[in-house]
Structure formats: C-alpha cells, structure tokens
C-alpha cells in the first residue's frame, strides 16, 4: 500500500488537472461535434461547463492527495509503533539484564522490581490487545459467512475479517475504523450486505467497548475498565490513535510506580492478608 498508493494517487490527480485543459483543446477543433457547437451557439456554455469542471476536480484532487497521504503515514506509524514495541518486548529483557549488572545489587533491588512489573504491564497489554482484535476477527468471520451465504453476495469474508482483526489492534475505537472500512467494501458487492453488516458492526462496537475491551485488559494490566477507558480518550485528544495505543501500558506503569512507592491504595487487585 505504501508503494503503490502515491504514484496512483499522484497519476490520477495529474489526469484530473489535465482533463479541462484536454477537453479545451479539443473545442478548437474542427470536428464534427465542434461545428454542431457552433451551429447552435453553444460556445459559452462549453466554456463555462469546462471551467465549472477545472474548478470542481482541482479541489477533489487536492483533497483526495491530501487524505490519502495522510492514511498512508498513519499505516506508516502504527506499522512502525507495532514493530518498535515487538523489539522491545523481545531484546527488553536482555538490555535489562546488562543494565542491571552494571548497577549496586542492594540499590538495584526496588528498581529491579519496578521496571521488571512494567514490563509484564507491558507485554499484558500487547497479549490482551491480540486477544480482542483474534475475537473481533472470529466474530466478523461468522457474521460476513453466514449473511453473505445469505444474501447470496459475492465476497473475500477472510479478507475482510483479516482486516476487522488488524484494525481491532488499536484499543477502543479500532472495530469502528474496520467497520468503517468492511461496509464500505461490502457495499460494492451487495447493499443489503453492507447494511446487515453495518447493524452487526454497531452492535458488536458496544459490546467490545464496553465489556470485552475494557474486561481483557483490566484483567491484564490490573486497571479497572473506567481506568481503561479513560486512558483511551486521554491517548486519543492528544495523540490521536497512536495516543490511544500508547496511553494504556503507559497508565499501567503509572500504576505500578504508585503501587510500589505509595502503597497498596493504588492497587485495584484482591488484597491478600499477610
């Protein structure tokens, strides 16, 4: 998508800025269609249908790069957080390790301890995370086999589920984008398709939004579901998607530093007798 993407987009803009200026040209000529024009002094109508076109699909050419290029370095960056904090999660412990021999054992012992509960926060919320986006996979497989079968409708559910469980990777508000996304490709082979899948959609987002998100990773990074939720929205006003992402291990690690340094208050856990 990366490399294909820019160079069809740009192509496709260039032939929209060079249509009105083709179409010109081609009233100067002495064609048939041209004198039938002129016969009917319908010059001026030409003309202003023409600059009427430039005007129009100037700005959806614009519009059109513009949007593009931006889905394109959003893929771009969630491909490269995705891949970043895999790294991490497998040369982590390492690099930990050879911190950790350089420092005092007696100092080190409350750091150790620390960093070593971030990280399984860390690695929780990548598993829960890949928990939700394999259910809401499974889920639109049925739904898209059984309503397409159905509806007798010609499409790829695999594909499209593939894209559902992609999507779902990104905390709360990823089953809307693949929603988005799965109807809109469904329209093309079916209307009553897309919005039988569009109902589904909308009901399987209140459902994961408000149980099966909020349950998984609570129970993976020990955060209470209102804790996780509120982290979604705060990721998301500031960093957008990406934000949303990042901010639940983050809150996670916040957690854990309180638990550790201001006791067992901040823990949402059973509490143990000692």
Known sequence: LVLVAPPVISQTNDFVQSLPDTVEQYTDSESPLMRYIRDHNLEQDVQNNIESFRERFQSIGGSAVTTASEIVSFIVSLIAVLVMTFMMLVEGPMWMEKF???????????????????????????????????????????????????????????????????????????????????????????????????????IYQQVENATIQPGIQARQNELTPLLVFIAALIGISFGGILGAFIAIPVVGCVRVWFVEYYGERFSVGPKTKA
């Open 100 to 202: 950790w021999s350089t420092q005092d054992p007696e100092k080190s012992k409350r750091p150790k301890r620390v960093v070593h509960k971030m990280y399984k926060v860390v690695t929780g919320y990548v598993n829960g995370q890949l928990i939700i986006a394999i259910i809401a996979g499974f889920f639109a497989l049925i739904a898209l086999l059984i309503a397409s079968t159905l509806l007798d409708a010609n499409i790829n559910a695999v594909v499209y589920a593939l894209i559902i469980a992609l999507t779902c990777l990104i905390p709360m508000f990823g089953a809307t984008i693949g929603a988005i996304i799965v109807v809109a490709l469904c329209a093309f082979a079916s209307w009553p398709l897309a919005g039988v899948m569009a109902v589904f959609f909308l």
